[in-house]
């Protein structure tokens, strides 16, 4: 690590505390996470099949691809922290909805589509749009940072939610889950969540621009969305990224089913499924490092192939405690570097000009892998009472997504085009 550079920490700290709170707590991690655990007691109560279940996020998703870039848009123009402190807000209110749910499939999925749109501003696009201002020298790591409550929370969030409703129900799970948001994250972001162009934070800045010369110059420079959409390396991340997210949004959701279906117990089943958490939190720690020392595209090539391992292991036919564990972990460990690198790619090959909008639309994408993956594993699921058949083709999907990010070549240098 290049501790010369940490200066920028001393001063961008608020950002990265409030972010990892606002991304962990929000629509990224939270509904994806704990879907597995209300799919069992919504599936028993409603009598709803699995693949009912998991069309909410294929709801969520295509309601996702709208609202991304819109939301993306508003915070280029208003700003990140508008934007995020009203969408914690609704979207918390969104979750905690679910609970009214009486049994209605139309209901269901109308909650999901909402809460695309209201917590859009949740998504990594608009808290990293602050952290690639404030850090230059070390914004892997500082996105990494950003992006680990989506381990911590997601993990804790299973764990939690599973908690609620063995002790209580699964309607008290969703109203507990839905106040994370509330009572943890907007106050935070309120307090904290600030960009270098508030007035606010104007002292802080200039102290760091004083300390840091890099920062003098204005990090507005870049491609606006028009011309994203005319280059070829957009549409090749937005390929490589719907491979990819369906590859580790698939499984994540049906892991303590599919480990059910092994022969863990429920409780155990949970606990491994809860462990992907943290293999998560090494992703993102080890992955930003090295986006600060190496060449992005390799080392996406590197992280995003070996998760394929995870898949073949689940396949196994008399998968032991050791092996699920292992195969976990690498999952975990795989859907560690995912968001970060979307947001480090598109700051270094598209700039920060409409970074949100950009980003927006390439999660749009993104969301289109991770939305549709859980529904296909759960429909192969209940027309062939198995899930290794599409752990194959998962396993394809991780090796075809990661090796054409190699052909992206150097990053831009917009900085210079401008001058």
């Known amino acids: 690590m290049n501790f010369s550079n940490l200066k920028e920490f001393k001063f961008g700290w608020p950002v990265i505390l409030s972010s990892t709170f606002g991304i962990g707590l929000g629509m990224s991690p939270l509904p994806f996470y704990t879907i597995g655990v209300f799919a069992i007691p919504l599936t028993k109560n409603f009598g709803w099949g699995m693949d009912t279940v998991m069309g909410g996020l294929t709801v969520f998703t295509l309601s996702a691809l709208i609202a991304s870039p819109l939301v993306g848009y508003v915070a280029d123009k208003i700003g990140a922290r508008k934007t995020a402190l009203w969408s914690l807000l609704l979207f918390g209110l969104c979750f905690i909805s679910f609970s009214f749910n009486t049994g209605s499939p139309i209901l269901y999925y109308a909650i999901w589509g909402v809460m695309a749109f209201a917590g859009a501003g949740t998504l990594p696009m608009t808290w990293t749009r602050a952290i690639n201002n404030w850090f230059i020298k070390n914004r892997g790591l500082a996105l990494g940072l950003s992006l680990l409550g989506t381990g911590i929370f997601g993990s804790l969030a299973k764990l939690y939610a599973f908690s609620l409703i063995e002790n209580f129900d699964w309607k008290t799970a969703y109203l507990g889950v839905g106040l994370l948001p509330l009572l943890i994250a907007l106050p935070l972001a309120y307090f904290f969540f600030r960009d270098i162009d508030d007035p606010k934070v104007a002292k802080r800045v200039a102290k760091l621009r004083a300390e840091i010369p890099s920062h003098n110059t204005a990090n507005k420079s870049g491609m606006t969305v028009k011309e994203a959409f005319k280059d070829w390396k957009f549409w090749l991340l937005a390929f490589c990224f719907i491979l990819i997210s369906f590859a580790v949004g698939g499984p994540i959701p049906n892991l303590e089913n ?9 409780g155990d089943a ?12 090494v992703g993102r720690l080890l992955g930003g490092y090295l986006l600060d020392h190496f060449w992005a595209p390799a080392v996406a090539f590197v992280l995003l192939s070996i998760p394929a391992l995870s898949c073949y292991l689940l396949q196994g036919a008399d998968l032991t405690y050791t092996n699920a564990l292992i195969a976990v972990i690498i999952l975990g460990f795989g859907a560690g570097v995912e968001y970060d690198l979307m947001a480090y790619l598109v700051s270094r090959y598209f700039g920060m000009k409409n970074y949100a909008a950009i980003y927006g639309f390439l999660y749009g994408f993104f969301a289109l892998g991770a939305g549709f993956g859980p529904v296909v594993f759960g429909k192969f699921f209940a027309s ?36």
């Open 270 to 281: 949970v606990i491994l499924a809860s462990v992907i958490g943290y293999a998560v939190l």
């Open 384 to 419: 062939t009472g198995s899930y290794d058949t599409i752990l194959f083709y998962a396993m394809i999907a991780f090796l075809a997504g990661s090796f054409p990010l190699l052909f992206l070549g150097k990053y831009r240098d917009f900085d210079s085009e401008t001058k």
């Open 258 to 266: 599919m480990l059910s279906n092994k022969g863990f117990d429920a």
